[in-house]
């Protein structure tokens, strides 16, 4: 058989099932790939060698045995660091938590586990999930395989890196304002946000509560949709985590009487290579069978500036728990309690963070929340009031992922500038639907580009549906970048 790496991840689990290959063997593979390819890649925070190989061990005694195995069974999965395994040190990529040890797991993880999966490493983020470049993390920067002085994007960029690098074939990562989405199609992978609450989010230290959604990200739709299978389950331990039986995915081939809506005056200032790309997927939907029509989204030219209100707010609460107390480094030159809540969070917390506590604490201090936050929630509702008139007039709405494809690192200096990147991810978020990125070709520099398919809220299979029949289709099926092609 072909190199592991170069497997999809229902590939590779099928091999191990009939005896091609052991879960040793798997694991020892990716393990090495990890430690060949990591350190100039930066994908990973840690790396679960001994835990994945004790795993590795049980599944092969299981299938000596012919006792059942998991859906997932001895499929590499890298779990984004802001997610608890048992256990296993939590960063959140912050300096913050560099000692902190999770006591309990978080459903998505359990959940894999549960259906024998590899748990291979903690990937990097921006810290504390704040970022679109992965450029924020406070340990070292994850970097683009396609060309290692881009930037991967974020926050979710170790986990797009490792997935496209091949370090694993599965990754989680967690979108609050396009953070799965945006960094697969930088690094041309898919990468797939479920429904709010279709995804427990017990044991994913929090950012935006209201906006925060664990995902998939993976070389294939069929893959990312087999993690949904696993992951998407009711759980009794988060309040917003929606009580639906699990769903099972099956994939046409074609997407006739498909209607395809896009808000073309929200699309005023792509770069000409990323229009190019996108009408060009449009053509491939429509190849299919889809008709693409015009609908009415203005309201979105709002949406960067009440994510930013929202987001913020929702962050200076979560991080308030953050104090060198309770858990987490605490300075060592605090000498009164007021000096160890000052000190600890100026100490270890970034300087994006910082900014986004303050901008969040401004906007919910009195003479400024109705001013701001009661306005931008409810902007909010009038854009989910507009998604709403939209879906009753198609089945799906199209738009690309970024205004560009992956910038180099440290080229942009402007807070605003990288705010603006995601652009076309937030809507999403707000509105609390599912949407996915799916590889759809590459810009003028050779770097890849994503297509962006929105569904209606508890459409996450016709969402997957479309975008598998588009990459079948399209065949911008994730190619790794050549250097980490190798079969070793």
């Not at 396609?146 to 990562?173: E, F, H, M, Q, Y």
């Not at 400024?368 to 909010?380: E, F, I, L, N």
């Not at 810009?443 to 890849?448: A, F, I, K, T």
Request: aromatic share 8%; net charge neutral.
């Amino acid at each position: 058989m072909k190199p592991f790496h170069l497997c999809s991840a229902i590939e590779l689990r099928d091999a191990f099932l009939k005896g091609e290959a052991s879960a040793v063997q798997i694991a020892e593979h990716f393990i090495l790939r990890i430690e060949k390819h990591n350190k100039e890649i930066g994908a990973f925070l840690s790396v679960l060698g001994p835990r994945a190989l004790l795993k590795a061990e049980a599944l092969d005694k299981k299938r000596a045995h012919n006792k059942p195995l998991g859906k997932m069974a001895a499929i590499p999965v890298a779990i984004k660091d802001n997610m608890h395994i048992q256990g296993e040190i939590t960063t959140c990529g912050s300096k913050f938590l560099k000692n902190y040890k999770a006591p309990f797991e978080a459903t998505a993880v359990r959940l894999l586990e549960e259906e024998d999966a590899l748990l291979i490493g903690k990937t990097n983020l921006d810290e504390f999930a704040m970022g679109s470049t992965n450029e924020n993390s406070a340990y070292f920067p994850a970097h683009n395989p396609w060309n290692l002085k881009c930037v991967p994007g974020g926050s979710s960029g170790g986990s797009a890196a490792a997935v496209a690098a091949r370090l694993a074939l599965i990754a989680t990562g967690s979108d609050t304002g396009g953070s799965i989405r945006q960094p697969a199609g930088f690094c041309g992978v898919v990468g797939f946000k479920p429904t709010y609450g279709r995804v427990s989010r017990y044991g994913l230290v929090a950012f935006g509560s209201s906006l925060d959604q664990i995902g998939p990200l993976s070389a294939t739709v069929a893959d990312a949709a087999l993690s949904m299978e696993v992951m998407g389950r009711h759980c009794p331990h988060d309040a917003t985590s929606l009580d639906l039986p699990g769903e099972s995915y099956t994939f046409p081939k074609n997407l006739d009487e498909i209607k395809i809506g896009v808000p073309w005056s929200f699309l005023e200032n792509l770069k000409p290579d990323v229009r190019d790309n996108f009408n060009h997927s449009l053509d491939t939907l429509k190849s299919l069978g889809a008709k693409v029509i015009h609908i009415d989204l203005d309201i979105l030219k709002y949406t960067v500036a009440v994510y930013y209100i929202l987001a913020t707010a929702e962050a200076s609460t979560n991080l308030a728990r953050f104090d060198g107390i309770r858990y987490g480094v605490r300075s060592r030159n605090a000498k009164t309690l007021e000096n160890i809540y000052e000190y600890s969070r100026k100490e270890g917390f970034g300087p994006e963070v910082k900014r986004r506590i303050m901008l969040g604490t401004y906007v919910l201090s009195a003479g400024y929340q109705d001013a701001y936050y009661k306005k931008a929630q409810k902007v909010r509702t009038l854009m989910l009031d507009a998604f709403e008139k939209a879906f009753s007039d198609c089945d799906a709405v199209a738009l690309p992922i970024a205004p560009s494809g992956a910038f180099e690192a440290g080229s942009i200096h402007d807070p605003l500038e990288i705010y603006l990147q995601d652009i076309f991810t937030i809507p999403a978020n707000l509105a609390g639907l599912p949407a996915v990125s799916v590889p759809s070709g590459y810009d003028s520099r050779g770097m890849p580009l994503g297509l962006q398919i929105i569904g209606p809220q508890m459409c996450d299979v016709p969402v997957l549906q479309y975008a598998h029949a588009y990459e079948q289709a399209s065949r911008h099926m994730q190619i790794p970048p050549s250097y980490i092609g190798s079969s070793k």
